[in-house]
């Protein structure tokens, strides 16, 4: 079946640090891949997403590589700052509309 | 646009009391979607709609729970009785018509159900 596993959290990180959330897949058919972000109190939100094979998605400073031969939809940033604190999650489409999510990733930024 | 819109934004009801959760989605589209997000689960899709039509409901936990989309412009998600394993907050989302399994879905802010 279709599944999203994500590196678990929380990962804690200075400002202006490098940031990787690592994220996998294993789907049928050739699905399109989303990051969403989720800020507290808050419904998630698309960060940003790719829709085939080698295509980059970025938004905000974050960028996310489709790599068809590892699986893998890695989510990454330059220099984080405290606002950037929130839950991540990788999800993915394989059609009919239903998005299959993973379980997020907590990231916490300090000064 | 206002996006998608939920109300009530926080319940807390008794065990045994029926919970109707509302969802106002985004002009224009045609899907619509409930989720329900816990710490122990994450974020499971529950039921969603198509031009109001129900397509999937693979995800609704048991009969307690039932949701309905009696027009474009309004969905329930219905809960009786409740218990406290309900207890969760629950999206709804929306997304547009078209372009495949690139769609993005809009999340409302959700609406967090305490049952005691």
């Known amino acids: 079946g279709n599944s999203v596993t994500q590196m678990e959290g929380p990962v804690t990180l200075s400002e202006e640090a490098f940031l990787t959330i690592n994220c996998t897949y294993t789907a049928t058919g050739y699905p399109s891949l989303f990051w969403y972000v989720q800020y507290p109190g808050e419904g998630l939100q698309l960060l940003l997403k790719?829709?085939?094979?080698?295509d980059k998605g970025s938004n905000k400073g974050f960028e996310a590589t489709y790599r068809k031969e590892t699986t893998s939809f890695h989510l990454e940033k330059g220099s984080v700052q405290v606002s950037d604190s929130a839950v991540y999650f990788c999800?993915?489409?394989?059609?009919?509309?239903?998005?299959?999510f993973g379980t997020g990733t907590r990231l916490l930024v300090s000064p | 646009d206002a996006g998608v819109i939920q109300s009530p934004r926080h319940e807390v009801t008794e065990m045994g009391q029926e919970v109707t959760l509302r969802c106002k989605p985004i002009s224009g589209h045609d899907y619509l979607f409930w989720y329900r997000q816990t710490m122990m689960r994450g974020l499971e899709l529950l039921i969603y709609f198509n031009n109001n039509v129900p397509i999937d409901d693979s995800g609704m936990p048991e009969d307690r729970f039932s949701a309905k989309m009696p027009n474009a412009s309004f969905s329930t998600l219905k809960i009786q009785p409740s218990e406290p394993r309900d207890s969760a907050v629950y999206f709804c989302?929306?997304?547009?018509?078209?372009?495949?399994?690139?769609?993005?879905?809009?999340f409302g802010p959700g609406t967090r159900l305490l049952v005691l």
């Open positions: 989302a929306t997304a547009p018509a078209g372009g495949g399994t690139a769609e993005t879905q809009y």
């Open positions: 790719a829709t085939k094979a080698d």
């Open positions: 999800a993915l489409n394989t059609g009919f509309q239903k998005l299959v």
